[in-house]
């Protein structure tokens, strides 16, 4: 790797005229941001920047274009590196372009330019030097446009080039972003044409030669320059506009002036693209190597200086290349080539120096150069510069170098998993013929992991997870920690979605775990903790999955973790992040900030699995609508057409059509979710459909197909022995068991559910599908029957599930708020008492007996400040109204509690049991069996009935109480009740 300062210096002002006529029309472009400076070779318009910024005292990012910038990665690495010498964000680096992000390169151009900027003093500039030396139909100007369209306020970018804008920068103009100086204005005038003469002459020049060496030169600098032989005497001037006058020019006047020695020593180095003394001394097999580069910088010939480098003016050095092909031959100048390429990669610039060796056909050395530094480029994003040096190898020595193969499968393994594949199982077969057992290993693992991230089939892991059954010994170490750790984690995950049954699928999450301690890179801690984590999550280990997320989020905040490597983090964490905690608000803010990021970030491909926990979160929260917009966001994404996307988007589309009442489309795409699931060979994702379709089928009275895909279900919960998907299948037959009528036997597999719920501490039910009422009827089941109570009331809670039941059957229900009345007035928060830390508010107490004397629901908010405050005019009274109101919420705890809607009051049926309310549906009850006790089989309902009347009557309405509003209510409860226990003892007297 090349030092960035070769790219990032300033070029030194030495003999600078003064432009200040082109610093005031700089200054005047002020309202466009960008600048583009356009001329021909050696007019100065680097000069002119330079000189620039360098007058108005702005600090400056300075970044010289070459080849390597067509790879928009380079670019976004050395501008990285540029970066580090801002004071703001010095500790955080800038993002790499990594490979799975080139996809979306113009929101993550956008990201990164603005965290440059931002990161910028102001007022401050950046320039781009030599723009002409990438075309202009590289992407890298479609990158450089798109990133400058965010340029703020008091930072100036100036575009260096011979040439005038390409058209990607078309979009900058229009919106009045971009500015030109041309040939017309760098020119110079006669003014700056003397003063230029009148620096660099060694005696006066008479008016008449200056006025002759501007005429002759048209104002183009390199041309004063040229002009100017040691007796300040002009001759032919050459023309700008013609390369082939320009280089003659140089090779008379200024190339014939060195001496034979000097003469080869700048024909060779011209091979290097910047030149250190130390590596043109080894290169030309002189000593002098340092005094004639310095010679040549002082005396301004075509030579300049960067720190302790020396680059050639591109005109100058283009002249050299050229003399050079015509002076030495073929065969020479490959071997001075090649000779330049070992020295450069021994002095650490290996990039240079691959490609010298691949300029003068050297293939075969060049190889293990391109190998050394494959993963390096790979760790940058840096692929495209990979497969260009690939690339320029003759095929059938690139498809006979197993490593090369390999890394090249690695560089693509994202965003082309099928064509890493084919990579590397060349690799793999090159490897085992030649008995490499470490390269067998590691494209494997590849291997395995391309299968996975290809979403489309698994079977083809079943190939590779015998090789490793056949070749690598669960117990034995690999030869570094690193391989362990990339092997253990490829097979927990090719095991997890294919042969969960494994027999040493255990041994494998702990040699994972194990090997990922071990590592010091932070990705591969990351990528094998994470499959680990991702195993518990789909198999309900949630108790295993907690300590295994700490871990990880420990990794993930390591400050030298790649941006990249965090998003994917922040994905896993949002993925399991309701699984964990069931703080859904909490998940859905974190699914949205997920989202900005990968959009900034331009990791589109990671928006579909977001969404999918973003629709988790909204199914929670019993939020359709924002459901729906996730489904719209994952709709435009290119990974639907991926089987195991599609599959896990049918199965959630399905739970949308569910809740939303349409069955029949609720069934179609639960259909194709089973069907996705087998067609892709996943035993987890298929069985998780047909439970979801289980569930549908049940509700469209489909019996036969229920009894069938029931017993689907066994066959696979006998293969895998998956804890969860038995969890999920008895809480299915327990809703199927009830809606037949068959109690006891869904109270049996209802209780086998709960305790597998409670033991493995499953604070959720969603994945397989979620049923807000449905779960409710099951909690309400198991607390009506005495089953895992405790788990029950877990579940409420967390899920805030409000009941559709009967309120006599619900005495065991937690709601927030339970108030009884009937025989003691008692409030229970959250099941625990009300108590007071200060003297009891007795106004609100009365403000909520009034309530329920008048019935809790839709009373006049008139009729109660009549009834608290009579003589109040109408406005103290509701003055106290709204504050004895908001005194009472808090009592409460509950906003949601009391509502007032239309100036009508009402308790929340929802987070309000009253006892009078039971009274009154158990009320309702008994007449209904009472008048149909000739017609209809009621044996044993009726004791029910009257153990729940036991539970709410325990004496009169409010029996301490004497305000003159709550006699009419006692009385007319108490008639209720006589009634009650009247109808019921006739009932069980008649039964008896």
Not at 756 to 765: D, E, L, Q
Not at 911 to 938: F, K, Q
Request: hydrophobic share 40%; with cysteine.
């Amino acid at each position: 790797m090349r030092d960035h300062k070769i790219k990032t210096t300033p070029p030194r002002l030495r003999l600078a005229v003064d432009r200040r006529r082109l610093f005031d029309l700089i200054d005047r472009t002020g309202d466009c941001p960008v600048t583009w400076v356009s001329s021909p070779a050696g007019s100065g318009k680097t000069t002119l920047v330079a000189s620039y910024v360098q007058s108005r005292g702005i600090p400056v990012l300075w970044y010289r274009i070459d080849e390597d910038d067509s790879d928009p990665a380079t670019f976004f690495y050395y501008m990285r590196e540029a970066a580090r010498s801002l004071r703001k964000g010095r500790t955080r680096p800038l993002p790499l372009l990594s490979p799975e992000l080139r996809p979306g390169i113009s929101a993550f151009t956008r990201h990164y330019f603005s965290s440059l900027f931002g990161r910028m003093p102001r007022p401050s500039a950046i320039v781009f030097d030599n723009c002409q030396d990438v075309p202009g139909t590289s992407v890298f100007h479609e990158v450089i446009a798109n990133g400058l369209m965010t340029v703020p306020e008091g930072v100036r970018v100036f575009m260096v080039s011979r040439e005038e804008p390409p058209a990607p920068y078309v979009s900058l103009r229009a919106r009045s972003m971009l500015g030109g100086i041309g040939w017309d204005d760098v020119r110079f005038t006669l003014d700056e044409s003397r003063e230029m003469i009148g620096m660099r002459a060694h005696s006066p020049v008479p008016e008449e030669v200056v006025g002759r060496i501007h005429g002759s030169t048209r104002g183009w600098a390199a041309g004063v320059i040229l002009m100017l032989d040691r007796r300040g005497v002009p001759s032919s001037a050459p023309d700008p506009a013609g390369q082939g006058p320009v280089f003659d020019y140089l090779a008379i006047e200024v190339f014939r002036r060195f001496d034979e020695r000097v003469q080869d020593f700048l024909l060779v180095t011209s091979l290097l693209s910047s030149i250190s003394p130390g590596i043109a001394s080894s290169l030309t097999g002189t000593q002098e190597g340092a005094s004639i580069l310095a010679h040549l910088d002082r005396n301004s010939f075509f030579t300049e200086r960067y720190g302790a480098e020396y680059r050639y003016h591109p005109l100058f050095r283009e002249f050299l290349l050229a003399l050079a092909a015509k002076r030495y031959t073929p065969g020479e100048l490959a071997s001075l080539t090649v000779k330049a390429g070992r020295l450069l990669i021994g002095f650490g610039q290996t990039e240079e120096g691959i490609r010298l060796l691949l300029d003068a056909g050297a293939h075969t050395e060049a190889v293990p150069r391109i190998l050394d530094h494959a993963r390096t480029l790979i760790g940058l994003g840096r692929t495209a510069t990979l497969e260009e040096w690939a690339q320029r190898l003759p095929g059938e020595l690139r498809d006979s170098t197993p490593w090369l193969l390999y890394w090249l499968g690695m560089g693509r393994l994202v965003t082309d998993p099928a064509q890493t594949r084919d990579c590397l199982e060349r690799a793999f077969a090159l490897f085992e013929s030649r008995g490499d057992h470490t390269g067998c290993l590691l494209c494997v693992a590849g291997i395995m992991n391309s299968i996975l991230l290809e979403w489309d089939d698994y079977t083809r892991f079943d190939r590779w997870i015998d090789w490793v059954d056949r070749n690598v010994d669960v117990a034995a170490p690999l030869p570094s920690p690193e391989m362990d750790a990339q092997i253990a984690s490829a097979m927990v995950c090719s095991l997890t979605y294919r042969m969960p049954w494994h027999e040493n699928m255990a041994d494998w999450i702990e040699r994972a775990v194990r090997a990922s301690e071990k590592v010091s890179d932070p990705v591969a801690r990351l990528m094998a903790r994470g499959n680990v984590m991702e195993y518990h999550a789909i198999f309900g280990n949630f108790i295993e999955l907690h300590q295994v997320a700490e871990d990880l989020r420990k990794i993930a905040f390591s400050p030298n973790l790649p941006p990249m490597a965090h998003l994917a983090y922040m994905v896993r964490i949002v993925y399991l992040h309701d699984w964990m905690h069931g703080s859904w608000e909490e998940t859905i803010r974190m699914v949205k900030n997920a989202i900005t990021l990968a959009d900034d970030m331009g990791a589109h491909f990671l928006q579909g699995v977001i969404c999918l926990s973003g629709i988790v979160g909204a199914f929670e929260l019993e939020n359709l609508e924002l459901a729906g917009e996730f489904f719209r966001i994952m709709e435009h994404q290119d990974i639907l057409g991926k089987r195991g996307m599609r599959g896990r988007f049918c199965s959630m589309r399905s739970i949308y059509h569910m809740q939303r009442g349409d069955l029949a489309l609720a069934r179609q795409d639960a259909e194709n979710a089973v069907k996705e699931g087998m067609k892709i060979g996943s035993i987890i994702y298929e069985t998780y459909a047909r439970i979801k379709l289980t569930y549908i089928l049940c509700r469209t009275g489909e019996k036969k197909r229920v009894a069938e895909e029931l017993e689907k279900i066994e066959e696979s919960f006998g293969a895998m022995g998956h804890i969860h998907l038995l969890y999920l299948a008895r809480l299915t037959q327990a809703s199927i068991h009830f809606d037949e009528g068959r109690t006891q036997e869904a109270r049996r597999t209802l209780e086998e559910a709960f305790s597998i719920g409670r033991t493995k501490r499953y604070a959720f039910t969603f994945y397989s599908y979620w049923q807000p009422r449905e779960m409710a009827r099951l909690c309400a089941e198991a607390l009506d029957a005495g089953i895992e109570e405790e788990y029950a009331r877990e579940l409420i809670r967390r899920h805030r599930l409000t009941p559709d039941f009967p309120r006599e059957r619900l005495t065991n229900w937690p709601f927030p708020v339970r108030i009884r009345t009937l025989g003691r007035f008692e409030v229970l928060i959250d099941e625990r008492p009300l108590s007071f830390t200060g003297k009891v508010q007795k106004k609100p107490l009365m403000l909520l007996k009034a309530l329920i004397s008048t019935g809790g629901r839709k009373v006049r908010q008139e009729e109660l400040e009549d009834m608290l405050w009579p003589d109040a005019d109408g406005d103290a009274a509701r003055i106290s109204f709204k504050t004895t109101l908001s005194r009472l919420r808090r009592l409460l705890g509950d906003e949601r509690a009391i509502e007032v809607r239309e100036g009508r009051v009402s308790l929340n049926e929802n987070h309000v049991w009253l006892d009078t309310w039971a009274l009154e549906g158990l009320a309702e009850r008994v007449s209904d069996l009472w008048e149909a006790r000739h017609t209809r089989d009621w044996n044993g309902e009726a004791s029910g009935l009257m153990s729940s009347f036991a539970g709410i009557c325990g004496g009169e309405f409010l029996d301490h109480d004497d305000d003159p509003w709550i006699h009419p209510c006692r009385e007319r409860l108490r008639r209720k009740s006589l009634k009650v226990e009247q109808m019921l003892s006739g009932m069980l007297g008649k039964e008896g």
